[in-house]
């Protein structure tokens, strides 16, 4: 197996992108299929787990609103057990 590059592997992808399987290169024809699918995606993992999902929209409720911390003051709450 060979490990494509940055502009190799977006070439690839508009391609399968835009539906078509087969390429053709110096006169011979490629059939392009994916192999092996992703186990799960991070938006089925966040959809699985309602907890989690609650945790990231109360993150971008916070973040909307200004409430933001540095890591210095997350490590402080955490010291002092608030965390």
Same mark, same amino acid.
């Given at each position: ?21 087969? =390429? ?10 994916? =192999? ?5 995606? =991070? @938006? ?5 787990? !309602?907890?989690?999902? @609650? ?14 911390? !540095? ?8 010291? @002092?057990?608030?965390?």
């Amino acid at each position: 197996m060979r490990k494509l590059n940055e502009y190799e592997a977006e070439l690839i992808k508009s391609i399968v992108c835009d539906g078509e399987s087969v =390429v053709e290169m110096d006169g011979k024809k490629y059939y392009l299929t994916l =192999v092996e699918e992703p186990e799960t995606t =991070v @938006q089925e993992d966040v959809d699985a787990d !309602s907890e989690l999902k @609650q945790k990231l929209l109360q993150a971008k409720k916070d973040i909307l609103d200004g409430k933001v911390y !540095s890591t210095d003051d997350v490590l402080e709450k955490i010291d @002092q057990g608030e965390l």
